[in-house]
C-alpha cells in the first residue's frame, strides 16, 4: 500500500530557498519524507503529504521554512469554535500562547 | 508515588538515581489496556526525571521521553540490556508527539529538565537522543545554544532504537517514516468507540422508547418495530463510523474522513433495510426507512470525521477545508432525518 494523503492542495508550507543553510535537520524531522535534499539546499517534493505538525519550520535555524503548525483534529476546530479552552487537550493552541496546564481528554 | 518499575538505585555524583526495570510486567500490560479503552488515560503517568536503565556511566547515552505511562513503557521495553538514562520530562501525561504539538514537550521542559537533574555533571558527553516525533516542540539549536547539549533526533518507534543506538546513532529513511497501518489504525478504534458510546447511552433509550409513540398497532408493538429498527441504525452508524471506516480507511473512496464515513454509514443502512424489510412493512414504513438513509451516513460520517484527530496524516488546513462542507452536510443530513422519522411517527 503507498502512502496515505490527506486533501491535495491545502498545506501551508513554504520554503525560501535564499535562506536554506542546506543543514539537513527538516528532512530529518519530517515524518512524511515532504522535503528532501538537492546540491545542499532543501526542497519540497511531496508537499501534498505534509500534515504540518511544524517540526521542520520548528527547526529551521534560518528560519527558511514556514508552516502554519496545527493538529489535524476536526474534535480540536470544533472545540476551538465552540470556545472551548484548556479544558481538553483538544484545541487549536495558536503559537506562542501560554500552554494550558488541564487536560481530560483526546489524544 | 508509588513506582512498582523501580528496582534500586545507582549512585551518582550527584546523589541516587532511581534504577528501573526493562522487564514489563501484567501490571504494566494491563495498564496500556486500559489506557486503550480510555480508562484512566489522563492519569496514566510516571513521575518526571531522571532515571537509571541497567548500569550506566558518564558514556552512556541519555535518552528523553514523555511521562505518559505508556510511552515511558514502549522505551524501557526496547532497552533490555542495555544500560542508558532515561530523562523523563513532565508532559502532563500525554504522549510524546500530542505533547510536542501542545509545547508541552517543549525547548524549554526539556532545558529545565536537563538543569534540574544536573546532567552535565552526570555524563562526560553533550548529547541527547531525542525521539524524532518530538520535533514539533522541540528546537534543537536552541537548546544547543542554551545547555550546550546537542539534540539527535532517534528513531520514531522505540522498537527502532537498538538498531539506531548500534549504527552509531543514525536513524534509516524507514525509521523515520509515520506510517498508519491496519494495527496501528485499530489500537485507536476503541478510545473512539467508548466517546461514541457514553453518548449513545442517552440517545439510544429515546429512539426506543419514541420508537413507540403514534404506532398504529399500540406503544409496545412500535417499541420493537421502529423503536429496535432505530437501535440497529444507531448502533450501524457507530460501527460505521468509528470503527469500520478506520480499518477500511485507505480502501473507502475519497480522501476526506467525512467521505469515507459516509460512503460506509450508506453501506451499513442499505444491509440494515435488507435485515428490517424481515419484520417492518416498508410500503407503510417508508418515511422510516427513508429517514435513517439521512440519519445514519450523517452520524457515521460525523464519527469518521473526528477520527482525523487519531490519524497520523491529516493537516489542520486539510481539516478545516473538509469540515467547511462536511459539517453543514452533516447538520443537514441529521435534521432531514430527524424531521422524516418524526413525521413517520404520525403521518400514515
Partial sequence: MGKMIYLKDVVTLKLNKEKCSGCGMCVIVCPHAVLNMNNRKVHIENKDACMECGACAMNCPTEALTVQAGVGCAAAVINSALGREGSCCCVIETQNEPVKDQSNSCC | MNQPFIIGSVQTPVGDVPKISSNLRWPDHWGSIKARWGVGRMHYTVDPG???????????????????????????????????????????????????????????????????????????????????LAGPGVTAHKVKKRIGFKVIFGPIQAIDLPAFLDAGKKATHQMRQKTFTMPERVVLIPVELVSAL?????????????GGLGAPSGFWQGVLNDGIFAVLNLLGALLAGAVLTPILLPWLP?????????????????????????????????????????????LSAYLAMNFTGASTYTSLSGVRKEMRWAVPLEIIGGVAGLTLWAGSRFAF
Avoid at chain 2, 457514553?198 to 419514541?210: A, E, G, Q, V, Y
Avoid at chain 2, 428490517?276 to 417508508?286: E, M, S, T
Fill in chain 2, 198 to 210: 457514553k453518548w449513545s447511552l442517552l440517545i439510544l433509550p429515546c429512539f426506543f422508547l419514541l
Fill in chain 2, 254 to 298: 475519497g480522501r476526506a474522513f467525512s467521505h469515507k464515513g459516509l460512503i460506509m454509514g450508506l453501506i451499513t443502512t442499505l444491509f440494515i433495510t435488507c435485515f428490517g424489510v424481515f419484520y417492518l412493512d416498508i410500503r407503510k414504513d417508508y418515511m422510516n426507512v427513508l429517514a435513517w438513509f439521512f440519519l445514519t451516513p450523517a
Fill in chain 2, 50 to 132: 531522571l532515571y537509571a536503565l541497567g548500569n550506566p556511566n558518564d558514556q552512556s547515552p541519555v535518552l528523553v521521553t514523555a511521562n505518559y505511562k505508556m510511552s515511558f513503557d514502549r522505551l524501557r521495553e526496547n532497552l533490555s540490556n542495555r544500560n542508558a538514562w532515561i530523562l523523563v520530562l513532565d508532559t502532563k501525561g500525554i504522549n510524546v508527539w500530542c505533547a510536542a504539538g501542545k509545547g508541552t514537550f517543549g525547548t524549554d521542559e526539556l532545558v529545565r529538565r536537563v538543569e534540574f537533574s544536573q546532567l552535565n555533571r552526570m555524563v562526560s558527553h553533550r548529547e541527547l537522543i531525542l525521539p524524532q
